[in-house]
């Protein structure tokens, strides 16, 4: 499973969706966390449709998509998204 994070360097909500994806990634150890500055990763934030950060996208083992999120998470709803990716 992997996990795309989306953000900004002076992106508030980001630092703290961090903190809850650390959370669950501690749990969830098959979790790969790719954290992607939107700057930095231009043309793959525009293919992935980002729009406002943080965005999560939470993809399968084959790389399909099974949850996208906007603003901060909470962990029960990192813990779905994750088991919808398993």
Known sequence: MIVELYTSAF?????????????????????????RDIVRHEAQAAADGIRVTPTMIVRDVRGDEVFRGEGVPTLPQLLSAFAKAL
């Open 11 to 35: 992106c508030e909500p980001c630092h703290l969706t961090r903190a809850v994806l650390a959370d669950a990634a501690r749990l969830v150890p098959a979790a790969e966390v790719l954290e």
